[in-house]
């Protein structure tokens, strides 16, 4: 049996424009892509988003993943981050989100994963959209009406995340299971490029270059020339194959027939 999923990826990070160091973190290689943003004074960030991707490369090699392999993942990466503050990084944390390759009943899905203010973005049929929901406090200025997303771009709280790995939150991340389509590209990216290029920005880069390692590459590079002011991280999945209804692995220009519903609900506590 091969993966459900066959994909292409790439990943691309920079400092920014006003940064010291770059505290995010990224991982790009099947079945798990994934950005990780740290937080805290003294080298902290950077050593919580590393020992995160460090405990999550682990699962590199697997053809797919069940949502409780990923949430063991988690489990012993929040427990080593926490141990880092004995090592004089105290209130390390980090952000997580991202996708990983998973299955139901012999079909490809997509398992998407969040906890903090990273973001993962499905772009199919030329849509953009956003999957993952922000666990910040402006994300509850806008669920409450209080400010519109655009506003929050450049509200002086934006930066306040409600929860993370490590850094005193025990929250834990959401998580969203949904079939994958051949085509699919998501997008995988810290806040230092949500802040800075817009989502139609965004898309016309997606639509328009194809090549995953250059589509990364420009995105970073221009949420930099825009501002740069934070860390930018960039990882770009396509679903070059995907297993679909027939049991078999459909080629991009074989599988207009498929079925094009795309069932999609957030995995509650009843999933857990
Ligand atoms: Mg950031």
Excluded at 12 to 22: E, F, P, Q, Y
Excluded at 42 to 59: M, Y
Excluded at 78 to 92: C, D, E, K, M, N
Excluded at 211 to 236: F, K, S, Y
């Amino acid at each position: 049996m091969s993966a459900p999923i066959i994909t292409a990826s790439a990943g691309a990070t920079d400092v920014g424009a006003r940064r010291r160091l770059n505290e995010d973190a990224f991982l790009a290689a099947a079945p798990l892509f994934i950005v990780a943003d740290g937080m805290g004074g003294h080298d902290a960030g950077e050593l919580a988003s590393a020992t995160v991707i460090e405990h999550f490369s682990r699962l590199i090699g697997a053809e797919t993943l069940s949502i409780g392999e990923v949430r063991d993942a988690l489990a012993s990466a929040r427990s080593a981050v926490g141990t880092l503050g004995h090592h004089g990084a105290a209130g390390a944390g980090t952000t997580l989100s991202g996708v990983a390759i998973a299955t139901v009943d012999g079909l490809g899905y997509w398992l998407v994963l969040n906890i903090g203010d990273s973001r993962t973005y499905q772009f199919a049929d030329g849509q953009l959209e956003q999957i993952t929901v922000d666990h910040s406090y402006v994300q509850e200025l806008i669920d409450e009406g209080e400010i519109t997303p655009e506003q929050a771009k450049t509200d002086s709280r934006r930066n306040i995340i409600t929860r993370a790995i490590g850094a005193g939150s025990v929250g834990d991340a959401d998580y969203w299971l949904f079939p994958a389509e051949r085509g699919d590209r998501m997008l995988v990216c810290s806040d230092g490029l949500t802040t800075e290029l817009t989502d139609a920005r965004i898309a016309e880069v997606l639509a328009s270059e194809p090549d995953p390692q250059r589509a990364a590459d420009i995105l970073t590079a221009e949420a930099v020339r825009a501002g740069g002011r934070d860390n930018v991280t960039v990882v770009i999945v396509d679903a070059l194959t995907v297993a679909s209804v027939r049991g078999v692995h459909v080629q991009a220009d074989e599988a207009d027939d498929i079925d094009d519903t795309r069932p999609r609900a957030a995995l509650d506590g009843g999933m857990r």
